[in-house]
């Protein structure tokens, strides 16, 4: 079955410095997203993306934060100067179409630790 | 305001139990409700998908969604030990581009 996979697994980076996260959505989706889960919290809503530019983002992700498909296979999550409050775990998930029965479909994701 | 309620548990409940998972919200905007299991380490798998009101069975999986009281459930029948897992409620508006708002997750431990 078709998945989304996301890379690398686990991030250790050094506070100030700039991330990028990887994601491979499902071939044949259109809409992608990111969530973050912080330890011991909910999963919240980063942005979502559709049509090479971003359909909705949330209060979460400022001007530190920026979406990329550069390719049209990958999508990437920057973040330019890391904090230590970025430390969590980065989902990413896509979807195929926006009919009402279309889920989201979610990678194992990429365990970021600022250090 | 946008916000769904979910008991973190942990539950625990021996092998065979029917469970009960519940979260309640508070934005009647919500139509879409989905149940996510999370594994540790990994991310979250849809188990059940619903749109508005209803019920919806799946093998030993059941949702049930009531939105005059704003509750949707999850049952889960003849529980197994690899039953055991996150389960993570999340519900999204009609026009929101498909934002999902979770709940904590529940943890679920079944005792063989």
């Known amino acids: 079955e078709p998945e989304v996979t996301q890379t690398p697994s686990h991030q250790v980076t050094q506070m100030g410095q700039e991330v990028i996260l990887r994601c491979v959505p499902i071939?044949?989706?259109?809409?992608f997203y990111w969530y973050r889960q912080i330890l011991g919290q909910k999963v919240e809503f980063l942005v979502s993306f559709y049509n090479n530019e971003i359909s909705e983002k949330s209060e979460i992700f400022d001007d530190q934060f920026s979406v990329e498909r550069p390719d049209g296979s990958n999508f990437t999550l920057k973040i330019r100067s890391t904090k230590l409050e970025d430390s969590a775990m980065y989902f990413c998930a896509s979807r195929k179409s926006r009919n009402s029965n279309q889920p989201q479909h979610f990678g194992d994701g990429t365990r970021l630790s600022i250090l | 305001q946008k916000e769904v309620e979910q008991d973190p548990g942990p539950l625990s409940v021996p092998e065979g139990a029917i469970v009960s998972l519940n979260c309640t919200y508070s934005?009647?905007?919500?139509?879409?409700f989905m149940w996510y299991r999370q594994y540790s380490r990994k991310g979250p798998e849809l188990l059940m998908y619903?749109?508005s009101s209803g019920n919806k069975e799946d093998g030993r999986f059941t949702a049930q969604v009531d939105k005059s009281s704003k509750y949707i459930s999850l049952f889960i029948r003849d529980s197994q030990p690899s039953d055991s897992a996150t389960y993570l409620c999340?519900?999204?508006?009609?026009?929101?581009?498909?934002?999902?708002?979770w709940g904590a997750g529940t943890k679920l431990i079944i005792k063989p």
């Open positions: 619903t749109y």
């Open positions: 999340a519900m999204s508006e009609e026009d929101s581009n498909y934002q999902l708002i």
């Open positions: 934005n009647s905007a919500f139509q879409y």
């Open positions: 071939s044949n989706h259109l809409y």
